[in-house]
């Protein structure tokens, strides 16, 4: 503890402009769950921001009932592109991202720069282009059209390739090899453990932009029973007038935000290590 | 559950003379192929192939004869569906609203980012990890829930926001006409400002502490210490966050398209190049809408490595 050099005024401004930004950050958040708790018919009265005629349970059992309970299913197919698009897509570029740091070969640097260049192309401008190929193949509006795209995860294989170079000691691996363990056995084996943490980070970025994902399904899908809910709870808004109570988009988008708001705060050190790869070089 | 090779007993001995034996640099291209190829053949198909069938599209046109289910012909058309998509004017118009909204906003957003980064390090600042976890909540959250959410928020009659307002003489209502573009440039403030924070933070950390420190005992502390010291110094983070934003915003979709399905009266679903490009793609001329997705993606770069070269420009000129 350094003497006050700072004065007190100094101070409190300071942490005065923080605290301004995070209530904008988190008065529309708090908006969201109060007004989801909002029995039927009270959303529009009372204070926008504190609890009146809390029935938070008939809300919830209404949102899961709803159209024959076609949120539940949104929630899960959520769940399915963004489970199983992460774990390939960890799975593919941590291999990928191995093969680069630790292999020398010929053209390695020109496939790593491509791989680096399509980093910074956002996900958008794949959108339409993927959309066009896949209604020539007749893929849309089905689970692969969601799924195959989310195997590919540039950036993890960047973020595998710094991580296996700084982490991985090549006589770990010369050791692994004279003892007799094959190319695969030592990767799964020895690469893979030392390099956890880069694919609990691969997994959470990827697994975030999946679930987060909403140009493609709406692109690509049209059966209500194969919607993320992202797309599924955009439409529940859309047809608010006629005749979806708003209420039910209200509390769908606070339960499906639920999950999330956990998750964010249980894995906060890896959101950090993910970003600080991609911003500091 | 690796399916493992037998371990072979003739392993050849890698730098045991002048350098790899070429049996052994053949084994490790091998080796290094079946790491890559699943990542290769899928990045292949799902990135390069998309991007080359949406070229080959742009430069053909699709000719029907009658009216209804005649025979389709397709043909070579050159640069007609550039020359179409330029005087689309829902395309052109769209390409515009998106510059200004990015010329208004993201400076804003980029300008609070930084004096938030640099508040956050300074020795004022209390709760350090709390702020900065609450500043990159949005990002963590899904654009389309965050913009069916504020698409509430801001309606008259449930926004917290337009008592207080009222209160002091100003009646607006924030899904006018007038006010979408306003509200869209919110959404994304709300969305990504703690996103470039962390990016700007993080490069604020590297600072090394003998700088601070010696510029501390030249009396130099403060807003001067920020400005003469830490900001140059993070320069490489506000270029890389300023790029990523000029691309987000040429790529904006969601919270325009949120709007227009909620079917908020001031919000058109033609706002967006890229919800122009899925209309005429689903519906009237996916051809056009090829030529358009190339039209944006070249807009795009070279907006972005424009500003790159630019400011290198004038790094070397300093």
């Known amino acids: 503890m350094t003497a006050t050099r700072t004065p007190l005024t100094g101070r409190l401004v300071v942490n005065a402009v923080l605290g ?47 159209q024959g309970g076609v949120f539940s299913s949104w929630l899960a197919n959520s769940a399915l592109y963004s489970l199983v698009g992460a774990a390939v897509s960890t799975l593919l570029s941590v291999m990928a991202g191995f093969a680069l740091a630790k292999y020398r070969f010929r053209g390695r640097e020109a496939i790593f720069n491509v791989i680096l260049a399509s980093v910074l192309i956002p996900a958008p401008m794949f959108a339409l282009p993927l959309f066009l190929m896949m209604a020539k193949l007749q893929l849309t509006n089905s689970y692969w059209a969601i799924l195959l795209p989310s195997f590919v995860s540039p950036f993890g294989v960047y973020l595998s390739r710094i991580y296996a170079s700084a982490s991985v000691p090549d006589e770990l691996l010369e050791a692994a090899r004279m003892d007799g363990a094959g190319e695969q056995r030592t990767f799964f084996r020895i690469a893979l453990p030392v390099m956890s943490p880069a694919l609990v980070t691969i997994f959470l970025f990827q697994f975030v932009s999946v679930w987060n994902n909403y140009l493609l399904p709406a692109l690509m899908l049209n059966d209500a029973s194969k919607l993320p809910v992202t797309v599924g709870l955009v439409q529940w808004r859309s047809s ?42 | 559950m690796s399916t493992q090779t037998a371990p072979s007993p003739a392993r050849p001995r890698p730098r045991s003379g ?23 053949v899928l990045f292949t198909a799902m990135m390069l192939a998309p991007i080359g069938y949406a070229l080959y599209q742009s430069f053909f046109k699709v000719h029907r004869q009658g009216l209804f289910g005649g025979a389709q012909t397709t043909q070579f058309a050159g640069f007609d569906n550039f020359v179409d998509a330029l005087h689309d004017g829902d395309f052109m118009g769209s390409l515009g609203r998106v510059a200004l909204l990015g010329v208004l906003q993201v400076p804003l ?32 959250l899904p654009g389309a829930i965050a913009a069916v959410m504020w698409s509430f928020l801001l309606v008259k009659d449930l926004s917290p926001f337009t008592g207080p307002l009222a209160a002091i003489g100003i009646h607006t209502d924030f899904l006018s006409a007038g006010w979408v573009p306003a509200s869209i440039g919110n959404m994304i403030t709300w969305g990504w400002t703690g996103y470039n924070m962390l990016i700007i933070y993080s490069a604020l950390q590297t600072v090394p502490g003998e700088v601070i420190e010696a510029a501390t005992l030249d009396n130099c502390t403060g807003w001067r210490l920020a ?67 190339v039209l944006l993606a070249l807009v795009t770069l070279v907006l972005s490595f424009g500003f790159l070269k630019f400011t290198q420009r004038r790094t070397a000129d300093a």
């Open chain 1, 20 to 66: 301004l930004m995070a209530l904008y950050t988190l008065i529309p958040l708090w908006w969201l769950m109060v007004s989801a708790t909002k029995g039927e018919g009270y959303l529009y009265q009372g204070s926008p921001l504190w609890f009146s005629h809390f029935d938070l349970g008939a809300n919830v059992s209404r949102v899961f009932s709803f």
């Open chain 1, 240 to 281: 608010f007038a006629n005749g979806v109570p708003p209420i039910l988009p209200i509390t769908g988008a606070f339960v499906s935000l639920v999950p999330l708001l956990v998750a964010f705060v249980a894995l906060q050190r890896f959101w950090r290590s993910g970003l600080t790869a991609g911003a500091v070089k």
């Open chain 2, 18 to 40: 002048a350098g790899p034996s070429r049996r052994y640099r053949r084994r490790t291209s091998l080796n290094a192929a079946g790491f890559l190829v699943p990542f290769g």
């Open chain 2, 109 to 140: 957003m980029l300008g609070l980012a930084l004096l938030l980064a640099l508040l956050l390090d300074s020795r004022s600042a209390r709760f350090r990890k709390t702020f900065r976890l609450t500043f990159f909540l949005p990002y963590a």
């Open chain 2, 227 to 293: 400005w003469h010291v830490k900001i140059p110094l993070v320069r490489p983070a506000l270029v890389l966050t300023t790029v990523f934003s000029i691309i987000g915003t040429a790529q904006l979709y969601t919270e325009p398209a949120v709007l227009a399905a909620a079917r908020i009266p001031g919000a058109s679903n033609k706002f967006s190049p890229i919800m122009n490009t899925t209309l005429n793609a689903s519906q009237a001329d996916p051809n056009l809408a090829a030529a358009e997705s």
